[in-house]
């Protein structure tokens, strides 16, 4: 592991190290998830949703299995949504009522191009109803096109 010791300034040691374990995790991410994604189909064909049926033996001597969370993602898509309820609504629908409360949950989102043009005044009231708090830093090394 590299000597992660505190330094006052970073050197252009630092980035050439940084670009270059930043390539061989992009590369073995990539290819974890091939080989993660390879075995999965091969070992579990008809996956059922979650863990609990999704084992395989090893058959290593040490009783090991491979076992597999199977993920189903499911989005609401908010027009066919609307569409659903419309029919389910409808006079003389023989629909089942859904309980649309419980099923979709509603979550508050900002939308930064009208935060962006809230005025000083206004930012700072909206401010108390949002956690402000710094993401992680992108970093990439642009390389100038030759003769410019």
Do not use: C
């Amino acid at each position: 592991m590299a000597d992660l010791a505190p330094v006052t300034e970073p050197t252009t040691a630092d980035i050439a190290e940084w670009y270059k374990i930043q390539d061989q995790l992009a590369k073995l991410k990539a290819t974890e998830s091939m080989l993660r994604s390879r075995l999965a189909k091969h070992f579990f064909p008809n996956p059922t949703e979650g863990s609990k049926e999704n084992k395989h033996p090893l058959n290593d001597g040490t009783g090991a299995i491979l076992q597999m969370d199977h993920k189903v993602n499911r989005k609401v898509l908010s027009p066919e949504l609307d569409v659903l309820k419309a029919k389910i609504d409808a006079e003389g629908s023989n629909l089942p009522k859904l309980p649309f409360s419980k099923l979709v949950k509603y979550t508050p989102e900002l939308v930064k191009a009208e935060y962006n043009k809230l005025t000083a005044e206004e930012r700072k009231l909206f401010d108390e109803a949002l956690e402000i708090k710094d993401g992680m830093p992108d970093l990439k090394v642009v390389i100038p096109a030759r003769g410019s």
